[in-house]
């Protein structure tokens, strides 16, 4: 069982320009320290997940991480951090500012991690970087902004930019939210709860592949329950914090830094991936990467194919091995 803990951040600067006295960082982890004999932790391997997750969306990821696994526990001492923005660490819901808690991008949520490594966990290197979807963005920027920190990045389901109908979707999700009435202009004493459930369901539209919606669920009242479940679960979600998560996304582009990347990459897609497919995402990824490797997998499942990781455990294993 992960256990959360807790740091905090003072006088965090954002891209902005604005600044926080202090900020608070959720994080967890799984494996064995390896402490070298300056005292820092030389084994560790940073975890970052998607745009709807956390801490402990690693979990997502046991086929993989564990002792004895592609991702061996028992070698490396895996920590996964909740971003900036999403609840857990701070945002505009959890520190209670709302609309003056400070518009951060993706760079922001990587100086954050960057910082809890460095000045709160004694780490001044990593073996590497893994991270998923929105956690790909962090990974790139990771390789971009210091890339002599990690030895090999490894982003998953993802892209170098947000554009076309990725955008879109981010887009509307937002004009959801703020069109509603009881948004207030992100003054709210209620969380919207209504706007909160119409765009979760809006994003649950790219979750599978369009074979995955028409087969595994058997009729269109199965599959339409389905979508009213995920929107009352999405009701959780602070309205301000899924506006200030799709700025950051929207404002995505690391197109022209990725001839920065020094780090042995790994680039990992599914097919079937609606959200972030092939052609469009990872293989124009893989090929603005210099020396980087591709893999891709079959999954009905589609963007949340990632699931399905174990089939690219024999990958993943040789491309550890040579690091």
Same mark, same amino acid.
């Given at each position: ?16 320009? @604005? *600044?926080?006295?202090? &900020?608070? $960082? ?31 969306? &690693? ?5 993989? *991480? ?81 890339? @002599? ?17 990725? #955008? ?59 979508? &009213?479940?995920?929107? *009352? ?7 301000? @914090? ?9 404002? #995505? ?13 790994? *680039? ?14 990872? $293989?124009?990824?893989?090929?603005? &990467? ?34």
């Amino acid at each position: 069982m992960l256990n959360p803990q807790y740091e905090k951040i003072t006088n965090f600067e954002f891209a902005s320009g @604005d *600044i926080l006295p202090e &900020i608070e $960082i959720e994080y967890a982890a799984r494996g064995k320290k390896k402490i070298d004999k300056k005292g820092h932790i030389d084994n560790v391997i940073l975890f970052l997940h998607g745009w709807s997750g956390d801490y402990s969306s &690693i979990d997502r990821l046991k086929d993989i *991480i564990g002792s004895g696994k592609a991702i061996d526990t028992d070698k490396y001492y895996v920590i996964s951090t909740t971003a900036l923005g999403s609840p857990g660490s701070s945002s505009p819901s959890t520190t209670k500012i709302g609309v003056k808690f400070p518009q951060y991008t993706i760079k922001d949520m990587v100086n954050a991690q960057y910082r809890l490594l460095n000045e709160n966990l004694n780490v001044k290197e990593l073996r590497g970087v893994i991270g998923t979807s929105m956690g790909g963005f962090l990974t790139l920027t990771w390789a971009t902004e210091y890339p @002599d920190f990690m030895d090999f990045i490894m982003p998953i389901v993802t892209g170098f930019d947000t554009k076309g109908r990725n #955008f879109a979707i981010f887009s509307l999700m937002n004009l959801l939210i703020q069109r509603d009435p009881d948004y207030k202009n992100g003054k709210y004493e209620s969380n919207p709860r209504n706007a909160v459930e119409n765009a979760s369901m809006l994003l649950y539209l790219f979750a599978f592949s369009p074979d995955y919606y028409k087969k595994e669920f058997e009729t269109n009242d199965i599959l339409y329950s389905n979508l &009213i479940e995920r929107g *009352i679960e999405g009701q959780r979600k602070d309205a301000n @914090d899924i506006l200030w998560r799709n700025h950051a996304a929207n404002s #995505f582009n690391i197109k022209d830094d990725l001839i920065k990347i020094e780090a042995k990459t790994l *680039i990992i897609g599914v097919k079937q991936d609606q959200l972030f497919p092939p052609e469009t995402d990872t $293989i124009p990824l893989h090929r603005a &990467i210099k020396s980087s490797q591709l893999f891709l997998y079959d999954s009905n499942q589609g963007h949340l194919g990632i699931n399905e990781l174990i089939k690219a455990e024999k990958v993943i294993k040789e491309f550890l091995s040579r690091i």
